[in-house]
């Protein structure tokens, strides 16, 4: 789509398709020089191992534009390591992870006429895709594959913004099992949760809260991202354990509260029955495409816990101002986190 037809301003969460894109093969057991070409379709075989076995994974990464233009990557580095632990548990191969930082950043320059301006509060979202291209019949690793990177700009995931919204506990569906592959940002983790989530929006939440798959109890995540609460006046999330994908937001907002406010934070099992008493205050979800969601409500069957009367809690907002700042170069980065295009 041509960057002068798109409304900046008015941007959900939807594909719109940029100029260009990276792709990089991996043939004979190595990966090409990849290049950037215009976007669009590729060969595949039908008997590829990402078509039959789901054999597949991948990153979501922002660029941002600064107040005085400086384009902004969020800890790129981040991004490049977890797209190679994933690698690792589908026995695909690594990729470099100065070749990703490369890449990420030679497609964002190449698209760079659709990073959202500043005042929209848009980002040019990054999706880093890995697939088995090889054919392939019996269940095992493709001998070929394709690394992409393409773009989308994109305004908030959840449409409602920085406003609180409302989530269901599912007694009926799990997201990941012990010994699975929940820690990795594999594609077949998401074909299972959208029947789940189609569900409960039906009934008006914005998406689930999955628990623990061996006690139904703890909570594991959010659909699409980490989940945090105040309890007892701690910042509390739930320590990984092989099902939760470990967010690069998740790490950030505990370093945040650690350094930066005077909180205690704990990464421990959380009981969902926790949720409903009133030692915890606020809660809210992380991610790169969520950035920090407060959460409004939480129901479980017919009992519903709203949280501050639905608005945005004080140390959750408290965070996201932090957080944001430091993405949008409006803060210091004492971390040295955001790193410039
Ligand atoms: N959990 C799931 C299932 C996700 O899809 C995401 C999004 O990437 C996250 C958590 C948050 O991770 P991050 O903060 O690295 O974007
Ligand atoms: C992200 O936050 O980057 C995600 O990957 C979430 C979702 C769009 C899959």
Redesign the pocket.
């Known amino acids: 789509m041509n960057p002068e037809e798109i409304d900046f301003y008015n941007l959900g969460f939807d594909f719109i398709e940029t100029n260009q894109m990276f792709i990089s093969e991996f043939k004979n057991g190595e990966w090409d020089e990849g290049k950037i070409v215009p976007f669009g379709p590729f060969e595949i075989s039908p008997a590829a191992c990402i078509l039959n076995y789901g054999q597949g994974i991948f ?2 990464m922002k660029a941002l534009k600064g107040k005085t233009g400086e384009i902004t990557l969020f800890r790129p580095d ?2 490049a390591k ?1 797209l190679n632990i994933s690698a690792k548990r589908l026995l695909m191969p690594c990729f470099d992870e100065e070749r990703f930082i490369n890449a990420v950043k030679d497609v964002v320059r190449a698209n760079k006429e659709y990073i959202p301006p500043y005042d929209s509060g848009g980002a040019l979202y990054i999706r880093p895709l890995m697939i088995g291209s090889g054919p392939i019949l019996g269940v095992a690793p493709a001998n070929e594959y394709k690394f992409i990177i393409y773009t989308v700009p994109v305004g908030p995931y959840f449409p409602e913004g920085f406003k609180a919204i409302d989530l269901e506990i599912s007694m009926e569906y799990t ?1 990941a099992a012990p010994g699975g592959t929940g820690y990795a ?1 594999t594609c077949c ?2 074909a299972g949760t959208m029947k789940p989530a189609k569900e409960t929006k039906t009934k008006g939440y914005s998406q689930i809260i999955y628990l623990d798959a061996s006690n139904m109890e703890y909570i594991d ?6 989940f945090f609460a105040i309890i007892d006046d701690k910042l509390v999330t739930p320590k990984l354990k092989g099902t ?9 907002v505990l370093e945040i509260a650690n350094t930066k406010l005077s909180v205690t934070s704990e990464e421990r099992d959380i009981s969902y029955k926790e949720l409903f008493n009133d030692s915890c205050s606020e809660a809210f979800c ?5 950035v920090i969601t407060p959460i409004g409500s939480i129901t479980l069957n017919k009992e519903t816990r709203i949280f501050n009367n639905s608005e945005p809690g004080e140390l959750t907002k408290k965070i996201y101002d932090l957080l944001i700042g430091i993405q949008r170069l409006e803060i210091d980065d004492d971390f040295g986190w955001v790193e410039k295009i």
Not at 221 to 226: F, I, L, R
Not at 244 to 252: A, F
């Open positions: 990153e979501g981040e991004n977890r997201r940002k983790n998401y995540e959010v659909g699409t991202a980490n939760i994908l470990p967010g690069i937001t998740r790490k950030s992380t991610g790169t495409a969520a």
